[in-house]
């Protein structure tokens, strides 16, 4: 079994580099920590709520709107090779990451494969810190990159990749789509039945249920587009704003989501939840078929006026 520690980064293509950075920082909040060539790296972690600097959590990169790769750290930089070895006899693609590729993405060393349904995935060895603290763009309240809403073909056949293959544990279903933890935090990867892969919505963690309401007016007041909340999921207890980023992208502020302490390990036992606007959003904001029906390459956004 791979033992995953953390979703450590995404990289993002996009048809317009400089409207990323601008959306990135201006609007999410996040600091813009290097631009090289045709990359971007952005930081979203407070030194003291994950006890260590990432050195990036998201890079846009001129691109494909549609090559979309999640980088997960490891338990253990060492174990590299059996996680080339795991992957292979899985039946999944492998390949190293190349020196340049490696500076690239700021790490000693990563295994390339993907998913069942073809999304990218590198596991990465010894990926970098930074001394340096984080300096948002706005005062969002964000206090670190959380989880990734995951767009796959088959729910059930890519659970079994993720449980099996990986260390993700299920702790949750709503419909078919299950939220997949891999740490304490209830989960890192939600899985959402579509026609297609890739990544779904990014969420950031924000400090208080102010932050989320202060943004909501915030992002209104620019013109940004509100897809679902705000709200709060009953799955996972956070309270939330979904909005529309560059190239159709999602973006959600979330605070408040509960978390599954390795003492509850032994006895937690996953719920299944109906797909109902109510169990999306308790509050009653609606939208959740907006976040779960099977999605084309033009997906099909609500609006939340």
């Known amino acids: 079994m791979i033992n995953l520690h953390d979703i450590r980064y995404l990289r993002v293509g996009t048809a317009d580099l400089e409207s990323a950075i601008a959306f990135a920082t201006d609007i999410v909040g996040l600091q813009l920590v290097a ?64 020196k340049d590729e490696c500076e690239e993405r700021r790490c000693r060393g990563f295994v390339a494969s993907s998913d069942p349904t073809g999304n990218k995935i590198e596991i990465v060895a010894k990926p970098y810190y930074s001394g340096v603290r984080y300096f948002p763009a706005r005062d969002a309240g964000i206090t670190g990159f959380s989880h990734i809403g995951l767009f796959s073909t088959d729910t059930a056949r890519d659970e079994k990749f993720w449980t099996t293959i990986c260390n993700a544990r299920v702790s949750d279903w709503i419909g078919d789509s299950p939220f997949l933890r891999i740490d304490r935090m209830h989960h890192s990867v939600v899985l959402f039945q579509a026609g297609r892969g890739g990544i779904q919505h990014i969420n950031h963690q924000v400090e208080d249920v102010d932050d989320v309401m202060k943004s909501y007016y915030f992002l209104k007041d620019k013109g940004v587009t509100i897809t679902y909340g705000p709200g709060r999921h009953p799955i996972s207890t956070a309270v939330m704003v979904y909005f529309l980023g560059p190239d ?53 956004i609500r609006v939340v006026s």
Not at 49 to 78: C, M, N
Not at 251 to 280: D, L, W
Request: net charge negative; proline share 7%; hydrophobic share 30%.
């Open 35 to 98: 631009r090289e060539g045709k990359n971007a790296y952005f930081r979203s972690d407070k030194v003291e709520v994950r006890g260590d600097t990432r050195d990036y959590s998201l890079a846009y990169f001129e691109g494909d709107p549609a090559d979309h790769t999640i980088g997960f750290d490891l338990l253990d930089p060492d174990d590299l090779d059996r996680v080339a070895v795991e992957l292979e006899k899985a039946g999944r693609p492998v390949r190293l990451g190349t």
């Open 248 to 300: 159709r992208l999602t973006y959600e502020y979330s605070c408040g989501v509960k978390m599954i302490e390795p003492e509850q390990e032994a006895t937690h036992r996953p719920r299944q939840f109906a797909r109902t606007p109510m169990n999306g959003d308790m509050w009653g904001s609606g939208g959740i078929e907006g976040m779960l029906e099977p999605l084309d390459a033009k997906p099909q």
